[in-house]
């Protein structure tokens, strides 16, 4: 199921492109928020003055590469020391319930 699921996202990818995946904010805060798959969500934090008060807002699709990507650039910028996790999770995913479970059991 899961290189189904990769192949899908590939497909999905092409014919519905979404142009988001993260803003930055303020580079002095330590502060980052995840939209999870909330698009919406992750276009009105950007455009509000939150955003002078977190370090990056983005989203977050997948339990594997996404969950990869979000560690990389926590690892990349030592400041960040608060996640902030809402939204929607994907349907078919649980990158929201991964990340929680990564918090709560480690790597």
């Given at each position: 199921?899961?290189n189904l699921?990769?192949w899908?996202g ?7 492109p ?12 330590s502060?980052?928020v995840?939209?999870?798959s909330?698009?919406d969500?992750l276009?009105?934090i950007?455009k509000?003055?939150l ?6 807002v983005?989203r977050l699709l997948?339990?594997?590469k996404g969950?990869?990507s979000?560690i990389q650039?926590?690892?990349q910028?030592?400041?960040?020391n ?8 994907v349907?078919?995913?649980k990158?929201?319930h991964?990340l ?6 480690g790597i």
């Amino acid at each position: 199921m899961n290189n189904l699921g990769n192949w899908i996202g590939e497909i999905c990818a092409v014919i519905l492109p979404i142009n988001e995946k993260s803003y930055n904010g303020n580079s002095n805060s330590s502060i980052a928020v995840c939209t999870l798959s909330s698009i919406d969500l992750l276009r009105k934090i950007s455009k509000s003055d939150l955003m002078n008060d977190i370090y990056i807002v983005g989203r977050l699709l997948s339990e594997n590469k996404g969950i990869d990507s979000m560690i990389q650039h926590v690892n990349q910028n030592k400041k960040i020391n608060k996640i902030i996790v809402c939204g929607k999770e994907v349907w078919g995913h649980k990158a929201g319930h991964s990340l929680f479970q990564l918090h709560q059991n480690g790597i």
